[in-house]
T-cell receptor
Framework: SQELEQSPQSLIVQEGKNLTINCTSS?????LYWYKQKYGEGLIFLMM?????EEKSHEKITAKLDEKKQQSSLHITASQPSHAGIYLC??????????FGGGTRLMVKP | GAVVSQHPSRVICKSGTSVKIECRSL??????MFWYRQFPKQSLMLMAT?????????EQGVEKDKFLINHASLTLSTLTVTSAHPEDSSFYIC???????????FGPGTRLTVT
């Protein structure tokens, strides 16, 4: 089965600082998803990556999928308190089932 | 955009009772829905895959007789936690399969507390 490892597990940054979250897969990724979750709430879809080398951006968040399609990174530029939450990467298989990484808890200090 | 709702959002029940959680796709039909469970400070774990008109497929370690799943229509799947115990207290999230490959839409989640 596919396993996803996220790092770091938790992160505290000062407002305005940049940060990067990594997601490493034990197998080749065919679809990699990034979600954000506020504590105790549902998931907010951020981005989906499918092609090796692909990079997508939304506002101040950029996600990349490496050429070998086994690692993805999520980069936040000039972090704000609104970026705080849990970031989850997920990988899909042929049956559309998602496997999730352990999550990264982000706190942004004002 | 595709919207998935869950009801209730929060529920507190006594140990030994059963609780039903509904997952609805509001503006699209979903032949497949997924149920996830999330314990505090942990990631989401897939419990089962629910297919309309057929039996659900449960992940290893998930008791099918305890977590009853019914997917009677293309817009509704229900998860019933039977004979609930305090250790069943968790955050349950459903998702519905969209038309695209790997496309899933998540519900807002249901927080279950068993006292």
């Amino acid at each position: 089965s596919q396993e996803l490892e996220q790092s770091p597990q938790s992160l505290i940054v000062q407002e305005g600082k940049n940060l990067t979250i990594n997601c490493t897969s034990s197998k080749t990724l065919y679809g990699l998803y990034w979600y954000k979750q506020k504590y105790g709430e549902g998931l907010i879809f951020l981005m989906m990556l499918q092609k090796g080398g692909e990079e997508k951006s939304h506002e101040k968040i950029t996600a990349k999928l490496d050429e070998k399609k086994q690692q993805s990174s999520l980069h936040i530029t000039a972090s704000q308190p609104s970026h705080a939450g849990i970031y989850l990467c997920g990988a899909s298989n042929a049956g559309n089932m998602l496997t999730f990484g352990g999550g990264t808890r982000l706190m942004v200090k004002p | 955009g595709a919207v998935v709702s869950q009801h209730p959002s929060r529920v507190i029940c006594k140990s030994g009772t059963s609780v039903k959680i509904e997952c609805r796709s509001l503006d699209f039909q979903a032949t497949t829905m997924f149920w996830y469970r999330q314990f505090p400070k942990q990631s989401l774990m897939l419990m089962a895959t629910s297919n309309e008109g057929s039996k659900a497929t449960y992940e290893q370690g998930v008791e099918k007789d305890k977590f009853l799943i019914n997917h009677a229509s293309l817009t509704l799947s229900t998860l019933t936690v039977t004979s609930a115990h305090p250790e069943d207290s968790s955050f349950y999230i459903c998702s519905a399969d969209g038309a695209g490959v790997g496309e899933q839409y998540f519900g807002p989640g249901t927080r279950l507390t068993v006292t």
